[in-house]
């Protein structure tokens, strides 16, 4: 399993940006997929996860009403549609595919992960 993040950049505040991540081998739909962040010196945290069939989102209380996850199982894609950014949005985004049992909002429940991209945001 190979999963390829894109969709990073530098935007003002305010702004929007929308974070593509694209999968290859396995059964995409089968499974749960998920973007983490990582800011300079923090943990990697969860930021929103949609299950298989794309019928239940979850999302951080953080980014709930400005981010909207989504997947396309025909692409073997997720994405994530970033609005109304706030420089505390500063991370590095990586999208992971969700292997093991457990909560969804639990790093250690995605076996599979991408390399990640940088979304700066500034003030």
């Known amino acids: 399993v190979q999963l390829q993040a894109s969709g990073g950049g530098l935007v003002q505040a305010g702004g929007s940006l929308r974070l593509s991540c694209a999968a290859s081998?396995?059964?995409?739909?089968?499974?749960?997929m998920a973007w983490f962040r990582q800011a300079p010196g923090k943990e990697r945290e969860f930021v929103s996860a949609?299950?298989?069939?794309?019928?239940?989102?979850y999302y951080a209380d953080s980014v709930k009403g400005r981010f909207t996850i989504s997947r396309d199982n025909a692409k073997n894609t997720v994405y994530l549609q970033m609005n109304s950014l706030k420089p505390e949005d500063t991370a590095v985004y990586y999208c992971?595919?969700?292997?093991?049992?457990?909560?969804?909002?639990?790093?250690?429940?995605?076996?599979?992960w991408g390399q990640g991209t940088q979304v700066t945001v500034s003030s």
């Open positions: 949609i299950r298989g069939s794309g019928g239940s989102t």
């Open positions: 081998g396995g059964t995409f739909s089968s499974y749960a």
């Open positions: 992971a595919r969700r292997t093991y049992s457990g909560s969804y909002y639990n790093r250690d429940t995605y076996g599979y």
